[in-house]
């Protein structure tokens, strides 16, 4: 995406340049937040597609030690839950699995400076209880990866999630394209919150979507359930882990 500097001055050369140029402008607009802000087209959106781990990415959201580990400020919050679903171990086998068939993994961290200047909403909401507490602090134990879910070689990196969904401000999007990715595969924390909330942008902009319901967890079983049992089923095809790791293999 360009600087919006960047993307006025370009706009404003094609709106004087050939009809083909103006089309061309006309784009731009649409890629910077019109009404069209999608990766797929209507023509190509690829939902319901079969799993083919050549174009399957399994991104997974905030496996950091904040949530995930002993010690982690949010762990008795969701330590629950995450003994019910098994989501660490679980998202392990369905890590390696992706790799073992070609599919990408993608590891999507939170990060914030320790004065919380890049914290976009932080009197309102969730945010707000992340800049109250000074979570997931860049450079801290916190903020690091839990360990058995530490990046691999080979595994991909979103650099800049800073809010609840894992594309805006972030290279999400761009590591998606440059590798051909059709189908995101979701899993991490919060079940209701920030894997719901990239689930819902994954699928507006035309990817198949698939949400691995034993490998996330949040507050309450209510609430896992809640989105488990609903909301995952109206953007996304939920599976379990096992489920996944079958249609890899098929």
């Known amino acids: 995406m360009l600087p919006p500097s960047i993307a006025v001055l370009s706009c404003a050369a094609l709106a004087s340049s050939a009809p083909s140029s103006r089309l061309a402008a006309t784009r731009i607009g649409a890629m910077r937040g019109g009404s069209s802000d999608r990766t797929f087209s209507a023509a190509d959106a690829h939902g319901g597609e079969p799993i083919d781990p050549r174009t399957t990415a399994l991104v997974l959201i905030e496996y ?22 098994q989501m660490i171990a679980k998202t392990v086998e369905a890590c390696e699995a992706a790799r073992a068939a070609g599919a990408k993994v993608v590891h999507s961290p939170i990060l914030f400076r320790e004065d919380m200047t890049d914290n976009p909403n932080k009197a309102l909401g969730i945010l707000a209880g992340v800049n109250d507490n000074k979570l997931f602090v860049e450079g801290t134990w916190n903020a690091d990866f839990v360990e058995p879910m530490r990046p691999k070689d080979g ?55 698939v949400t691995l319901t034993d490998c996330t967890a949040t507050t309450s079983e209510a609430a896992q359930s809640a989105s488990t049992g609903g909301t995952y089923g109206m953007f996304s095809k939920p599976m379990t882990k096992d489920e996944f790791v079958a249609e890899l293999r098929k």
């Open 64 to 85: 950091q030690n904040e949530f995930a580990a002993e010690g982690g400020k949010l762990h008795d919050a969701v330590k629950e839950v995450m003994g019910q679903t």
């Open 155 to 209: 595994d991909l990196l979103v650099v800049g999630k800073k809010g609840l969904d894992a594309f805006p401000g972030t290279n999400l999007e761009e590591l998606l394209v440059q590798n051909g990715i059709k189908t995101i595969v979701l899993g991490g924390f919060l079940t209701n919150c920030c894997v719901e909330s990239t689930m819902r942008t994954a699928y507006e902009k035309g990817f198949n979507v």
